[in-house]
Nanobody, 126 residues
Framework: QVQLVESGGGLVQAGGSLRLSCAAS????????MGWFRQAPGKEREFVAG????????YYVDSVKGRFTISRDNAKNTVYLQMNSLKLEDTAVYYC???????????????????WGQGTQVTVSS
């Protein structure tokens, strides 16, 4: 079993930045693809970004390309989401996810992630 704990959410003005962190614990972290999803009030949950085990492959939903960057530090069992130029529509609960398989490219979006964190709220104000 893998436990995922997100941190770094909060309230920020439009145009500002936040960095989310996700610490993984439990059984071995090795070989896992990781990612972030989000769910805004009244909307379906959507994929935001994914990263392969090595960090060499990343994939983003079109709405965050050029603004968000996903990265990971396997030595610390941690994945990050740097969010810049935040917009009102980025307001959501952000969930960290992990999959027991290592995916690359568009498969990072298609993966059925096995593990989910509890979520952290990101609120962007005008």
């Amino acid at each position: 079993q893998v436990q995922l704990v997100e941190s770094g959410g909060g309230l920020v003005q439009a145009g500002g930045s936040l960095r989310l962190s996700c610490a993984a614990s439990g059984r071995t972290f090795g070989g896992y693809a990781m990612g972030w999803f989000r769910q805004a009030p009244g909307k379906e949950r959507e994929f935001v970004a994914g990263i392969s085990w090595s960090g060499g492959s990343t994939y983003y939903v079109d709405s965050v390309k050029g603004r968000f960057t996903i990265s990971r530090d396997n030595a610390k069992n941690t994945v990050y989401l740097q969010m810049n130029s935040l917009k009102l529509e980025d307001t959501a609960v952000y969930y960290c996810v992990a999959d027991r398989q290592n995916w690359v490219g568009a498969n990072l979006k298609r993966a059925k992630y096995d593990y989910w964190g509890q979520g952290t709220q990101v609120t962007v104000s005008s």
